[in-house]
């Protein structure tokens, strides 16, 4: 088991009132109305699922399954499903409420969902996750739908989750139906490019923020928190455009290089070491608290939610952060690091490759026609530096940080699409 002392910081504040004290402020700057605002914080729906799974020792285990659509004005619903002990009802509406701000500012028209399993993925057998998967799928059965709602990965969720969920999805239809779940394996209509989508727009993003706060990357060194799908990847790419990554952590702790870290044999090593970069040689341990506040030009946390905290935010020394995990800062966190002139690219801006990669798979889907990977990553790449000058504009426009402004542009664009729809 890792030592406590040096696993991410667990998540103590609650992640749907950070989320809306970030709304209250946008919208209090748009001067939304009172309705407008009731009906665009309040989740659509909220389905909680008892999964009852017999397990490898031939025990019935009933676990909690849960999906909850946001906002589904701009598309359906879209967003992962997260496997992890530390899944409940308001993590689950928080994430789903960012993923409906996320789609908005990046232009992508679906609404915002997000679901959950509370397991310990790592603890089960294959054929356990997979009665899991599958049970979980025919539960929630009449809420997912290509045009309903579309789940992709997400912590601890990965393609091989969205195969047999596409697969069950499929016998539960009595047809192929690959467009009801992205981030499938590519022999199952997965879109190339989507495995690192996340990571590489975190790059783009950091590169954008960089250009504009006059970083040269190459004179810039970096942390990144989490190694994970999206951790590892934004390493790798930051170090591709020149970045020295000082410092990476996973479950296990951190680990710290003064001459850098080489990305690529940090992945061959985690991955030939049962996932973890437990041992990883050639480094100095350090806590993943310590690594959020070492000296470094630009840090990523891409962990979990609230990892950047009132606690320890003054002690943070990087000029630029980009969110690769969703809600890695809590909102009591915001204005110390905007007083200090930190830059934050948010989460809803900074991660948002994987949701727009998870589109163009499932453009890809409905058409029955693949794109190549250069193709997949020139879209992305625009679609990704479009929405970054949008937000930076409108921060410049507002006098306020990126954050709020983003908020500013997902909020505006719900609320003005809800206006033209009516309905009420
Ligand atoms: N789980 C990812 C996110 O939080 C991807 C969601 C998706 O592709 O639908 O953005």
Known sequence: MPDQNNSVIKPSGNPFDSMMSRFDMAARLLNLDDQLYNVLKTPVKQVIVALPVTMDNGQIQVFEGYRVIHNNQLGPAKGGIRYSMDVHLD????????????????????????????????????????????????????????????????????????????????KLVGYSSPAVVTGKPLVLGGSKGRVEATGRGVMVSARSAMLKMGLNPFKCTCAVQGFGNVGSISAKLLEQQGLKVLAISDVTGGYYNENGINISEAIAYRDSNGGTLAGFPNTTSITNEELLTLDVDVLVPAAMEDQITASNAAQIKAKLIVEGANGPTSADADDILHNKGIVVVPDILANAGGVTVSY????QNRLGYYWTEERVNRRADRNMKEAFENVYNTAQQHNVSLRIAAYIVAIDKVANTTRLRGGF
């Open 91 to 170: 993590e689950v509406k928080a994430l789903a409420a960012w993923m409906t701000w996320k789609c908005a500012v990046s232009n992508i028209p679906f609404g915002g969902g997000k679901g959950g399993i509370k397991c310990d993925p790592r603890s089960m057998s294959k054929g356990e996750l997979e009665r899991l998967t599958r049970q979980y799928v025919r539960a929630l059965s009449e809420v997912f739908g290509p045009e309903k709602d579309i789940p992709a990965p997400d912590m601890g969720t990965g393609p091989q989750e969205m195969a047999w969920f596409m697969d069950q999805y499929s």
């Open 360 to 363: 163009f798979e499932w453009v």
